[in-house]
């Protein structure tokens, strides 16, 4: 665990200064400089980018993951492992391509009449795939090599810093909008090009072709594994985009823009859960290689524990505060309000699932989750087909809601059936029962004098009747031992004989 919480600490607090930057240009910049369109546009092109890159990358990144501890040999050029994902994942992309430029009368009668920017810049997809496609390869790859700092940089600050450059030039005007876009595009394929230079500078492109024994004993599986975790991944993508993607056809790019708007600021809700997987994905994989099951469940239940405590701290931090924050938008992206809560409360459970993901698909039962998947994909679909003509962009997040808690509770069972592990602890329930609450008491506080004030007095507030109980009650303990080293080191910094002149 060691490995896990250094590491996992400093890619949080990389996410977390990431985090800042994505709430300065999405909730900040790019809502009061961009109309609710443009806004749609800039988010639903990297949607499907990332759609893109997990169909053209073939099932890379997961093979990567899970068979790498197997071909590890820096002395052998680690069996050509390296060389044969790439090749793989161009072979993928070369197909991608040539299907989605067939594809493009099609789209374009799909999205024509309501979402016309869309089509009109479809065509910049590709490039954002393909370095979609090649970060997420390398940042597998550097992952399992636990180089995990330097891959979060170039994609949560650096990305994040050159965005913010875009939209400024184009606030200033020095960019038209078509070069926004250009710039937009470019900035995105930047943490590609700076993975590829690091891993080289790190001594670690091993590319050079080989053919081994480990391969011709592994390549099968290793291909049916990568076929099977690409049609899971992309239903997986799908299952998450399906309603910004359907909010954009059957309403409109602007209602897109505002729906996307609040899939955003829930995602600062997961940067805990997703630096955790990072870190702790594979150490999963070689517990299921040593087939240490006491440690997997208790890497399981941590991370559960911890992810539902630190969840619930930031969902009521920016629920507590949301008036405030709607207060630095455009007036139309107040018709966000209970979008944010239902696509909240989804996620807070998505997270605090904890591994459950991790588990099944480094598993030799991976091929369940496939199958669970494309259920959870028909589900989301009929339930915003029926739910969107009715509650419009609300019923899109309703029908996210129930297909991520649904889709949870079916891989919590699966796993605990087979694998006898599970996440969750009773204590836990006490959890969202403290949340209501303070949600409803926040409801009670009358609004301070100047913005200054109000938000770091309800967040200090919220934070406090929320950690309070959890620590009393102690539902997470490595966040009590945590609060209790921070605090521990307080005393010691205010202890008298650290102001004592030698």
């Known amino acids: 665990m060691g490995i896990i919480q250094r590491d996992s600490f400093r890619v949080t607090a990389i996410s977390y200064a990431g985090a800042v930057l994505g709430y300065l240009n999405k909730i900040f910049l790019f809502t009061n400089f961009l109309d609710v369109e443009q806004v749609g546009l800039a988010n639903l092109m990297v949607t499907i980018a990332l759609i893109y890159a997990q169909v053209s990358a073939l099932g890379s990144r997961n093979i990567i993951t899970r068979f790498f501890p197997f071909f590890h040999d820096g002395e052998k050029n680690n069996h050509g492992f390296l060389f044969g994902m790439i090749s793989l994942a161009m072979a993928g992309f070369v197909i991608t391509t040539l299907l989605f430029i067939a594809l493009q009368k099609p789209f374009a009668i799909l999205y024509k009449e309501s979402s016309p920017l869309l089509v009109e810049y479809a065509l910049y997809i590709i490039p954002l795939g393909l370095a979609s496609m090649f970060y997420n390869l390398f940042e597998s790859y550097l992952r399992s090599l636990y180089r995990n700092v330097v891959p979060t940089l170039a994609h949560e600050v650096i990305l994040r810093l050159l965005v913010t450059v875009a939209i400024t030039l184009y606030a200033l005007n020095v960019l038209s909008f078509p070069g926004f876009v250009a710039f937009y595009v470019v900035a995105y394929c930047v943490p590609a090009v700076l993975l590829i230079i690091y891993t080289g500078y790190q001594g670690l492109l091993a590319v050079r072709p080989a053919y081994s024994r480990m391969l011709r004993r592994l390549g099968r599986i290793m291909l049916v594994y990568g076929l099977f975790t690409l049609a899971n991944n992309l239903s997986t993508f799908l299952l998450v985009s399906v309603d910004s993607l359907m909010v954009a056809g059957m309403i409109d790019l602007g209602a897109a823009g505002i729906y996307t708007t609040m899939v955003f600021m829930t995602s600062v809700m997961l940067i805990p859960y997703r630096s955790m997987v990072k870190v702790a994905g594979p ?220």
């Open 283 to 502: 150490m999963v994989a070689r517990f299921w290689k040593t087939r240490n099951m006491d440690g997997m469940e208790e890497v399981y239940q941590k991370a559960t524990a911890g992810n539902l405590v630190v969840g619930g701290v930031l969902f009521l931090l920016i629920w507590v505060n949301l008036d405030t924050i709607f207060a630095f938008m455009a007036p139309e992206y107040k018709a966000g309000r209970y979008i944010f809560l239902l696509l909240g409360i989804g996620k807070l459970f998505d997270m605090s699932a904890g591994l459950n993901a991790t588990i099944l698909m480094t598993s030799k039962k991976f091929r369940y989750d496939l199958y669970f998947t494309i259920v959870m994909v028909c589900f989301a679909l009929v339930a915003n087909l029926v739910f969107i003509p009715r509650w419009g962009s609300e019923g899109a997040a309703l029908a996210s809601m129930l297909t991520l808690v649904l889709f949870n509770m079916i891989r919590i069972a699966f796993i605990q059936y087979h694998y006898q592990i599970q996440p969750f602890a009773r204590k836990q329930v006490w959890v969202p029962v403290i949340m209501a609450s303070v949600m409803v008491l926040s409801e009670q506080i009358a609004p301070f004098a100047h913005v200054l004030i109000e938000l770091p007095l309800r967040s200090a507030i919220a934070a406090f009747l929320l950690l309070l109980p959890v620590r009393a009650l102690r539902i997470s303990p490595e966040l009590n031992l945590w609060s209790e080293e921070m605090i521990k080191r307080a005393r010691r910094l205010f202890k008298p004989e650290h102001n004592k002149k030698p």
